[in-house]
């Protein structure tokens, strides 16, 4: 499958808008949640709980099932097919960030939500913040993979420069005579 260059922009454009929202949304909930381990009032910890588990449960899907989805379009319609190691490990850590995302922070998200008070303070561990930088380290390492795009193609031996060499004096071929009229 080869993506018309009208499609391929279109595509584009949908996968680093939705690459960068989703670190975006990452970033934020890491800022929510240091605010919620940091939080001097119950008020603003319940807070900053409830956007967090709204955030994670409401745009957190959509965002990152599209960069997901518009990933793998770019890697079957383009040469930068999954036979380039850098496109493979995008897509992996892609599928692990969004796969977590659905696992473990969506529902660790929602249960913190349900158990801040906002009449009293509780002790958050660190594990607020974890997720989020997980996910921004991944997100910031692929954007890193598709700057310098490491690694060539799998099977494919990386060309040599060819080497010249000056041929010898005896192996040069005598220049023709020049008639001097």
Same mark, same amino acid.
């Given at each position: ?6 499609? =391929? ?6 996968? +680093? ?26 008020? +603003?910890?319940?807070? /900053? ?7 994670? /449960? ?14 793998? +379009? ?9 036979? =380039? ?22 529902? /660790? ?24 930088? #997980? /996910?921004?380290? #991944? =997100? ?6 598709? =700057? ?8 494919? *031996?990386?060309?040599? *420069? #060819? ?12 220049? *023709? ?5």
């Amino acid at each position: 499958m080869n993506l018309s260059r009208r499609m =391929y922009r279109f595509v584009i454009i949908v996968h +680093v808008a939705a690459s960068v929202a989703w670190l975006g949304l990452s970033l934020a909930l890491l800022v929510l949640g240091l605010t919620v381990m940091s939080a001097g009032e119950a008020g +603003v910890q319940f807070a /900053s709980a409830t956007a967090m588990s709204i955030l994670a /449960s409401t745009i957190a899907v959509p965002i990152g099932a599209t960069a997901l989805v518009s990933g793998l +379009v770019l890697a079957l319609g383009t040469r930068w097919s999954l036979r =380039y190691r850098w496109v493979l490990v995008k897509l992996i850590a892609t599928c692990a960030t969004f796969t977590l995302t659905l696992v473990l922070l969506r529902p /660790s998200l929602a249960a913190l939500a349900a158990e801040v008070d906002p009449a009293r303070l509780i002790a958050v561990d660190q594990g607020v913040i974890m997720g989020p930088i #997980v /996910s921004s380290t #991944v =997100y910031i390492t692929a954007i890193a993979l598709s =700057y310098v795009k490491p690694w060539g193609a799998a099977g494919k *031996p990386r060309r040599r *420069p #060819v080497e010249r060499r000056a041929a010898r004096p005896e192996a040069r071929r005598p220049e *023709p005579a020049r008639s001097s009229r």
